[in-house]
Nanobody
């Protein structure tokens, strides 16, 4: 059984920062075999890609709306992926999910990801 557990969400003022983490576990889950992604979903909106990182961390990809403000990283020794969010805006308010994809490249379509966390709420006040 694979578990992805997000942490680090909360309430922050516009212009502030948060760091999300996602810890992966499972007896047959090999973290380094998965590309990892962060997605978000705001009320009434579709789930959207935020950032992704390749298996060894050498390739990253970002949505245009967060590029330059958010940074994705991973620590394969800790089976954990992070999302550092700076210069946050009210439009960043959403539930943030981490996900794991068995493909070797970063994909932006949420439906192709194999495993998902339960999500963590991020609220940015103006």
């Amino acid at each position: 059984q694979v578990q992805l557990v997000e942490a680090g969400g909360g309430l922050v003022q516009a212009g502030g920062s948060l760091r999300l983490s996602c810890a992966a576990s499972g007896r047959t889950f090999f973290f380094t075999s998965y590309t990892m992604g962060w997605f978000r979903q705001a009320p009434g909106k579709e789930r959207e890609f935020v950032a992704g990182i390749s298996r060894n961390g050498d390739i990253t990809s970002y949505a245009d709306s967060v590029r330059g403000r958010f940074t994705i990283s991973r620590d394969n020794a800790k089976n954990t992926v992070y999302l550092k969010m700076n210069e946050m805006k009210p439009e960043d308010t959403a539930v943030y999910y981490c996900a794991a994809d068995q493909e070797s490249w970063v994909r932006r379509m949420w439906a192709v990801y194999d495993y998902w966390g339960q999500g963590t709420q991020v609220t940015v006040s103006s």
